[in-house]
């Protein structure tokens, strides 16, 4: 930033952080909806979601989309947490760093149940538990153990080998290469079209500023002068306003809903009590917030009535 730059601080006013206080209030109120319809969740007989289990019974496929529905609600919740514990404390860069695994969260599992196929799905189900378990050994080989000596790792490994075989769509398959975050994110944009930003950029963007790109924090965060400028350069603090941090939060509750409507979408019993089963309706967070402005205003500590 220059002597030229028109604006020097972009700090949110006590009346925008009060609104936006109020927004994040009904986001945690939404959460608590989200978290209910979760811990609801079972695998209805006879449902797309039952063939895929029992196609697969190795770490199958409604079970991994519930552990990851529960990493994303587990971040989502820690924001609150940050924020009322503290007394309304908006921190700048971690709470980024939660809403990142929330979106990462909730993006793979809509990536696990997005494939029309039951073969393409149990294929990145079996790829995602793979490079999982991988990771794993890879912690032991850092600590001086030998990869040959991870018994259960060459188990899960037969394992999985051992129910591709079962599959004439999945029989000389392999899933020693898991598809990367980022490709996962962009596969999943035309599920949920009407987020502020693709699932991608949402991610992107948090990334950079919980990996401390400092571009990334200079477009995206509150930028507030605290020295004069000297020889064409001065310092600025960095801040999240809280508008912005909703904007980024109410994203990420949208994701995990859209999570939990693929879940139920997969879930429904084809014939119930004689009569064909309806397809639960698309579960949709309303709004509070407009987008942000390439520009975002700034936090502090306000008491909301």
Excluded at 13 to 26: H, K, M
Excluded at 31 to 56: K, T
Excluded at 129 to 142: H, I, L, M, Y
């Amino acid at each position: 930033m220059t002597e030229s730059d028109p604006q020097h601080n972009t700090r949110e006013s006590d009346e925008q952080a009060v609104a936006g206080f109020r927004a994040l209030q009904l986001g945690f109120i939404r959460l608590d909806a989200i978290e209910e319809r979760a811990h609801s969740l079972h695998v209805q007989q006879g449902s797309s979601l039952a063939g895929d289990r029992d196609a697969s019974s190795y770490n199958p496929i409604p079970d991994q989309v519930q552990g990851l529905l529960a990493t994303a609600t587990d971040h989502l919740r820690a924001v609150q947490v940050a924020v009322e514990d503290s007394g309304g404390k908006i921190l700048a860069m971690s709470m980024f760093t939660l809403l990142r695994s929330a979106y990462e969260a909730a993006g793979t599992g809509m990536w696990l149940l997005q494939p029309r196929s039951r073969d393409d799905r149990i294929l990145l189900s079996m790829q995602l538990t793979w490079d999982n378990r991988r990771q794993v050994r890879s912690v032991g080989t850092a600590l001086g153990r030998h990869p040959d000596s991870d018994v259960g790792f060459n188990r899960m490994d037969a394992r999985l080998a051992e129910i591709r075989e079962t599959r004439d769509g999945l029989r000389g398959s392999t899933v020693t290469r898991v598809v990367k975050v980022t490709d996962r994110l962009i596969s999943i944009a035309p599920l949920a079209p009407d987020l502020v930003f693709p699932p991608l950029v949402l991610w992107q963007m948090a990334s950079g500023i919980a990996h401390g790109n400092s571009s990334m924090m200079q477009n995206l965060l509150e930028l507030q002068q605290v020295s004069p400028y000297t020889n064409g350069s001065a310092s600025f603090a960095l801040t999240t306003s809280v508008g912005h941090l909703v904007v980024f939060y109410e994203a990420a509750l949208q994701l995990v809903g859209r999570l939990i409507d693929q879940y139920e979408s997969r879930n429904v019993s084809p014939v119930l009590n004689g009569r064909r089963a309806r397809q639960a309706p698309a579960w949709l967070i309303p709004s509070t917030v407009q987008a942000c402005s390439s520009t975002p205003p700034l936090p502090r500590t306000v008491s909301v009535a």
